[in-house]
């Protein structure tokens, strides 16, 4: 158990339908990562927030948003989905002074 | 730019079976941390390893160990006397070293995976 946890761990929906992804990271840890993994482009980082900032953006789409909230917890807002959304998505929250990702065990979003 | 290169898609050896998982990278970064991830059946990613860019020592756990090359940028990863249980995916990582704790340290550049199979 890496101490981070994600809701839903699976969710099935339709095209053009909005969904939101929880995590909790570790507690004590202030930095929130979303990871997708698809079968197309593998594992890819999407967005960083720290202490409820946002400190990096990597392929995220414009359909697709994210924040950290005081209690540290972070969601993950994917709108108008499209079949190729459907994806393994992967929050991590990193340890302040080991610097190692810990990954929650994935939210598995099937669009239909 | 960071990538890693995993050129192993699959692999298949019979149990107790050694093995190497290969792992290139690429950065222009002069500190930089290397990463083993495995992700068996169920999904979830599992921490294997960290390494920083300053360390080339050979690092062994158990059945596992990593031999870090920078002059060749490997990070490969051999398991020795292979189990059914090691069956899973497994990826090799690479990020970018911060100099603050809300930096991107962390950003992990993924391989594409290696599959690993062991039969019984």
């Known amino acids: 158990d890496s101490g981070v946890t994600q809701t839903p761990k699976h969710l099935i929906t339709a095209t053009g339908q909005r969904v939101t992804l929880r995590c909790s990271p570790r507690?004590?840890?202030?930095?929130v990562y979303w990871y997708q993994q698809s079968l197309d482009q593998g594992l890819q980082f999407l967005i960083q927030?720290?202490?409820?900032?946002?400190?990096a953006k990597g392929n995220i789409l414009e359909r697709f948003s994210a924040q950290q909230f005081p209690d540290l917890h972070s969601e993950l807002n994917l709108s108008s989905l499209e079949l190729g959304d459907s994806a393994l998505y992967f929050c991590?929250?990193?340890?302040?002074?080991?610097?190692?990702?810990?990954f929650g065990e994935g939210s598995r979003l099937t669009v239909l | 730019a960071q990538k890693v290169t995993q050129a192993q898609t699959e692999i298949s050896v019979v149990e107790k079976e050694d093995v190497t998982l290969d792992c290139v990278y690429e950065?222009?970064?002069?500190?930089?941390?290397l990463f083993w991830y495995k992700q068996p059946p169920s999904g979830e990613l599992v921490f294997l390893i960290r390494?920083?860019?300053?360390?080339?020592q050979n690092e062994i756990s158990g059945r596992y160990s990593w031999n870090f090359q920078k002059s060749t940028s490997s990070f490969n990863f051999t398991i020795t006397a292979s189990q059914v249980v090691d069956s899973a995916v497994y990826f090799c990582?690479?990020?970018?070293?911060?100099?603050?704790?809300?930096?991107?340290?962390?950003?992990?550049?993924f391989g594409r995976g290696t599959q690993l199979t062991v039969w019984p």
């Open positions: 991590a929250s990193k340890g302040q002074n080991t610097g190692e990702l810990f």
């Open positions: 507690s004590g840890d202030l930095s």
């Open positions: 927030y720290y202490n409820g900032e946002e400190r």
């Open positions: 950065t222009r970064d002069t500190t930089y941390y």
């Open positions: 390494r920083n860019s300053f360390d080339e």
């Open positions: 990582a690479l990020s970018e070293a911060g100099h603050d704790r809300g930096s991107t340290l962390g950003r992990l550049y």
